[in-house]
């Protein structure tokens, strides 16, 4: 009696099109934050020049805005005119806008460059999101979009400690860093194809969205769906935002050294969450989309629940890691549940959504947090923020049980 053998898959970390995403998926934490360790200085560089305090500090939340501006464009443009194209026009765009500040004379040039940025951003998101969509399924998917999570996590804690290291010598050097990203352009030209689910310029909408008519193709109401899942993903995103907007502040009011304990306590947070991203795939494989939010979630609550006991040290890294945990269990979702409820010709539409609720978030986050903490005080506003992402995280796990429930029901 022979017995077949079936080859073994190779993981997703192995497949050249997920290294490529992974690598796009860095340049989104790269955008924003690379710059922070160097505004005091460029303070000082341009002082006396007019606004130069305002546009200093709106430097780093510049890109933010455009992306939410522009991420559904770049999402109707990747599902009509192709994904490769929309990748590679984006990171170029990356790589010139984003080190522009090493070399433009004038902060209002500067300025415009980091806005350019963001539609880079925007390109970059809205077309990698819908690649995952085209190139994986199943368990694969869900792999990557966790592995996304952990590049950008330690691609985070990478280029903050190399821009923090630039930034003693020069207030200009941490935009060379924007630079790096074309050494990721060879590797993605190479291993990046475009996929039969972006409709190509000939094609018409109605040919495109066809597919769908028998309902194999994405979820009947999927705009219903998405809506409801960036409102979720914006809400999760402002809540996080938190941590790197609040932190410091917060260390400050305790006592603390704050440049030193907010540097700590935010790599513990994204070190935790690289390390936890890498096991999403297994944990979504055996506990599904429910289980996985109410594990992100719940850990986050706790994470929130522990900071305002933060008398020493142990609480604020104890919290941090906590909430670096339950964001990178929870974000994953996003992008996996977008990419089954969407049709295969919008998933760059999709990404775009999410991309815009994602930014959205950040950029909310300071308005709607500083009031709280002006009339309610840190301690109060992180345990109503654990109490509402406690509430999220049981009717996930209550979602979870009736799934069990009814699979136990239909066996029977």
């Not at 022979?2 to 099109?17: A, C, F, I, M």
């Not at 190509?200 to 705009?223: L, Y």
């Not at 969407?342 to 999709?350: K, L, N, Q």
């Not at 308005?367 to 992402?389: K, V």
């Amino acid at each position: 009696m022979t017995q077949s053998l079936t080859p073994k898959e190779s993981p997703v970390w192995q497949d050249g099109r997920a290294i490529a995403l992974m690598m796009a998926a860095t340049l989104m934490v790269m955008a924003n934050a690379t710059i922070s360790p160097a505004l005091a200085g460029l303070e000082r560089a341009f002082m006396g020049q007019p606004n130069a305090e305002l546009l200093i500090r709106l430097l780093v939340p510049a890109p933010s805005l455009t992306v939410v501006i522009f991420a559904p464009l770049a999402g109707y443009f990747v599902d009509r005119y192709g994904r490769r194209v929309m990748l590679l026009s984006g990171v170029v765009l990356f790589i010139i806008t984003g080190s522009a500040g090493f070399y433009l004379p004038g902060l209002e040039m500067i300025f415009t460059s980091r806005l350019a940025l963001g539609v880079a951003v925007a390109m970059i998101m809205t077309s990698q999101t819908a690649l995952i969509g085209d190139y994986f399924t199943g368990e694969k998917r869900s792999a990557l979009t966790g592995l996304q999570i952990s590049a950008r996590n330690f691609g985070g804690f990478v280029f903050l400690t190399l821009a923090g290291w630039l930034a003693v010598n020069s207030p200009r050097l941490p935009f060379a860093i924007y630079g790096l990203a074309v050494l990721y352009l060879p590797f993605m030209w190479l291993v990046i194809k475009e996929t039969s689910a972006a409709p190509s310029k000939n094609k018409t909408t109605e040919t495109s969205v066809k597919t769908k008519a028998d309902g194999t193709d994405g979820h009947p109401a999927w705009k219903g769906w998405m809506a409801a899942l960036a409102v979720l993903q914006l809400m999760t995103n402002m809540i996080f935002f938190l941590m790197p907007t609040q932190l410091p502040f917060f260390l400050d009011s305790l006592g603390y050294d704050s440049a030193v304990m907010t540097g700590v306590g935010l790599g513990a947070l994204s070190l935790a969450g690289g390390c936890a991203a890498l096991f999403y795939g297994r944990i979504k494989r055996v506990m599904g989309y429910a289980g996985a939010y109410a594990l992100g979630y719940g850990f986050m609550a706790l994470g929130f629940a522990i900071l305002p006991f933060g008398e020493n040290v142990v609480p604020v890294l104890a919290g941090s890691v906590a909430v670096g945990i339950g964001f990178a269990l929870a974000v994953p979702n996003f992008v996996g549940i977008a990419l089954q409820i969407a049709p295969s010709s919008r998933r760059g539409m999709a990404g775009g959504v999410l991309t815009t609720a994602v930014f959205l978030g950040q950029f909310c986050s300071p308005f709607l947090s500083i009031p709280s903490i002006a009339s309610f005080g840190y301690n109060i506003t992180y345990q109503g923020t654990a109490l509402l992402l406690g509430t999220i995280a049981l009717m996930a796990a209550v979602k979870r049980g009736m799934d069990i429930l009814n699979l136990r029901m239909k066996q029977v």
